[in-house]
């Protein structure tokens, strides 16, 4: 475990590295600028390294249970087989014995319910396994504490979901699918693109967002915030307040909500993921208020953000107030999706110590490559976010920080920008190189531009409320771009 000490030595360290970036700079076309002092690739690479040294995906002993016994004991004893009890079984069994591996052979295996993971197993699902999810809401009761949006809840559990536990890993080269549909979860969003469904009159998330967010503001304990008629659909994955997480190699299809979700844990590895999932809300991986985070070699086609760190919403990121930290996301590929590597939009907790590299983005279904969405209600204080060697094939918007994202400015809490970097860039195609959107109280600030090429923009960039921002050698359409 990691001692405050370390911790300030490790922020004193990157920070200061950092701060090298910040400089002065003079007016031009309404917006302050200047040349960046940047950084060598060996000293971004030491930074990264920093974060990096500090996660390790846990280990665990040789010992393994196939569920395909247990399913055999079951239909021997009771003449029917249930997948959930046995994989319930095989994980009490696997820590009891100190840890190891619970085995999912190929196969399609439905599951009639949520599975929640502990302490010291690793669910593992073989290549051809395929584990299916009840789409029954009632099957996912009783309720547990989970983060719907950045707030708090007593609510639906996750299909798979993990408290307090240490030690957990979802591996294998097998499939998990939670099975939504136009038919089942994916309704409860409301109106929703071109969507035929989304106009019931009860069955709907806005009726119990609108009262979640009520009992957040009013400061209702969490253990009181429970629906009766609750339509906040759960994600695929949630580990929560756990140590120790590793997410390796598997295919994650049609989740209700959100599919990677862990939530105020430390030590978290998400790897050679692939994430397929066209519903609403369908984020990859959401990492929120975690501390030591790695994202690498997944794949990401998605119905909304490929990647989207986050730090709860509003009154309950302020009360918690845990930033997301120490994040490094690596040689991954976004296709589909709202936006490739997104900060926000519940992000009130902040944000610390980011490095995005060595990724490639391209859809004519991506609407944004870098993207920060926020506004005044929500806040945070985004610190240290460092994008560079990325390259983007086909975007609507290439880089966008938006102040004005739902609400806009409609409340006291203004964000706060310091080291934002973005080097060596590439973009193919885009219908706009820039969209920045600051207040005209609170400008967008501390923001550099360095070593970036813009091949193809079809329309000009919207700059509002700019200042203190660092350009060096960026092209526009073969242009050298002024504001």
């Known amino acids: 475990m990691e001692t405050q000490s370390s911790r300030r030595q490790f922020l004193k360290s990157t920070l200061a590295s950092s701060s090298m970036l910040l400089s002065s700079g003079a007016m031009m076309g309404g917006c302050s600028t200047s040349s960046p002092a940047v950084r060598s690739q060996a000293q971004w690479d030491k930074e990264a390294a920093l974060v990096k040294q500090r996660i390790n995906a846990p280990s665990f002993p040789n010992y393994a249970v196939s569920i395909s016994d247990i399913l055999e004991a079951q239909q021997r004893e009771l003449g029917s087989a249930n997948v959930r009890q046995a994989i319930h079984t095989a994980l009490a069994k696997v820590a009891q014995n100190g840890g190891g591996k619970v085995i999912i052979p190929p196969g399609v295996h439905y599951c009639d319910g949520p599975l929640h993971l502990i302490s010291n197993t690793n669910l593992h699902l073989e290549k051809g396994a395929t584990l299916t999810f009840s789409t029954n809401p009632e099957d996912y009761k009783p309720f547990v504490f989970t983060r719907w949006e950045g707030m708090e809840l007593m609510g639906y559990s996750p299909l798979i979901y993990a408290f307090e536990q240490e030690n957990i890993a979802i591996t294998g080269e097998g499939t998990i699918d939670g099975a939504a549909s136009a038919d089942n979860w994916w309704p409860w969003k409301g109106k929703w693109k071109s969507a035929d469904w989304g106009n019931h009159p009860v069955a709907n998330q806005k009726f119990t967002r609108d009262a979640l967010q009520v009992m957040v503001e009013e400061e209702v304990p969490v253990a009181e915030r429970v629906f009766e008629h609750n339509y906040l659909r759960p994600p695929l994955i949630q580990p929560y307040r756990c140590k120790n997480v590793l997410i390796e190699g598997v295919t994650l299809t049609r989740s209700p909500f959100w599919l990677v979700n862990p939530v105020l844990c430390s030590n978290v590895t998400v790897t050679h993921v692939h994430c397929e999932s066209f519903g609403p809300n369908s984020d990859g991986c959401d990492p929120e208020s975690c501390t030591d985070v790695l994202i690498t070699h997944c794949v990401f086609d998605t119905g909304d953000d490929c990647i989207a ?47 995005a590299q060595y990724c490639t983005m391209s859809s004519p279904d991506l609407d944004r490559g870098i993207r920060i969405k926020t506004n005044s209600i929500r806040g945070g204080r985004l610190e240290n976010l460092n994008y560079r060697n990325i390259d983007i094939g086909r975007v609507k ?71 203190n921002i660092s350009i060096n050698n960026v092209m526009i359409n073969q242009q050298t771009f002024a504001l």
């Open 309 to 355: 760190i986050k730090s709860g919403r509003n009154a309950d990121g302020r009360r918690i107030n845990v930033p997301c930290q120490n994040i490094v996301i690596e040689h991954c590929e976004m296709k589909a999706g709202h936006g490739g590597v997104v900060i926000g939009s519940e992000i009130s907790g902040g944000v610390k110590n980011l490095y």
């Open 397 to 467: 918007d290439a880089v966008v920080v938006n102040f004005f994202y739902e609400e806009g400015d409609a409340g006291a809490f203004s964000p706060h920008l310091e080291n934002i970097n973005i080097e060596n860039l590439t973009v193919e195609a885009a219908q706009r190189a820039f969209y920045l959107r600051g207040y005209d109280h609170t400008p967008i600030e501390g923001l550099t531009l360095n070593n970036i090429v813009i091949k193809n923009a079809q329309s000009p960039s919207i700059i509002e409320n700019v200042e």
